[in-house]
Nanobody, 127 residues
Framework: QLQLVESGGGLVQPGGSLRLSCAASRFSGFTLDYYTIGWFRQAPGKEREAVSCISSADNSTYYGDFVRGRFTISRDNAKNTVYLQMNSLKPEDTAVYYC?????????????????WGQGTQVTVSS
């Protein structure tokens, strides 16, 4: 089972930025190359939604319409870490953000396609 740990959340003012990290581990010699990684978020009273994804096949990316142009996903396989750079944050971006891993080669946006999940990190955008 893949272990995923998110970090980088916090309180930020509208218009500010945060960079979330998703560090993966499994066993000695493990690399993240073979996994497609997704970021999801869930706000109180709302369903979990796909924010972004980066594929294992060719590092192609997906962004939800509500974040396109503001968020950037990237991966550093040498560090077994995926990042989500979030700029121009809005109050409606407030949520718990989760990273998840799937063995699909290309991006998938349905949460049930992902096998392993992190514990989540809180992002609060407020003045």
């Amino acid at each position: 089972q893949l272990q995923l740990v998110e970090s980088g959340g916090g309180l930020v003012q509208p218009g500010g930025s945060l960079r979330l990290s998703c560090a993966a581990s499994r066993f000695s010699g493990f690399t993240l190359d073979y996994y497609t990684i997704g970021w999801f978020r869930q706000a109180p009273g709302k369903e979990r939604e796909a924010v972004s994804c980066i594929s294992s096949a060719d590092n192609s990316t997906y962004y939800g319409d509500f974040v396109r142009g503001r968020f950037t996903i990237s991966r550093d396989n040498a560090k077994n870490t995926v990042y989500l750079q979030m700029n121009s944050l809005k109050p409606e971006d407030t949520a718990v953000y989760y990273c998840a891993a799937a063995t699909w080669a290309m991006c998938v946006v349905d949460s049930y396609e992902y096998d392993d999940w992190g514990q989540g990190t809180q992002v609060t955008v407020s003045s």
